[in-house]
């Protein structure tokens, strides 16, 4: 069993930056991918980033590739989302996700999920 709790969503300007939070518990967190996803109103769950907790070996999707950062603390359990250069179109509820198979980029493949964090990007 893994929780995990996201925070850090706001209102951010176009060119901003802002650093999203996931904080997980769990007793074997080591052996799971930790995941971004997204989802704007009206549209489907999409994938945004992941990494793992050993390597900490990432895998990003190509529309926030060169923009966002994923990483982790293993000292605090905690995964970050750094946000650089957001645009209206990186607007969405941002879920942090724990998946058992390796950098998974497939929502179906994570089996625990926070409760989102609202991201507006917007002058």
């Known amino acids: 069993q893994v929780q995990v709790v996201e925070s850090g969503g706001g209102l951010v300007q176009p060119g901003g930056s802002l650093r999203l939070s996931c904080a997980a518990s769990?007793?074997?967190?080591?052996?799971?991918?930790m995941g971004w996803f997204r989802q704007a109103p009206g549209k489907e769950r999409k994938f945004v980033a992941a990494?793992?907790?050993?390597?900490?070996?990432?895998v990003y999707a190509d529309s926030v590739k060169g923009r966002f950062t994923i990483s982790r603390d293993n000292t605090k359990n905690t995964v970050y989302l750094q946000m650089n250069s957001p645009e209206p179109e990186d607007t969405a509820v941002y879920y942090c996700?724990?998946?058992?198979?390796?950098?998974?980029?497939?929502?179906?493949?994570?089996?625990?999920w926070g409760q989102g964090t609202q991201v507006t990007v917007s002058s």
């Open positions: 996700a724990a998946a058992k198979e390796y950098l998974s980029v497939r929502s179906v493949a994570y089996d625990y």
């Open positions: 990494i793992t907790w050993g390597a900490g070996r990432t």
């Open positions: 769990g007793r074997t967190l080591s052996s799971y991918t």
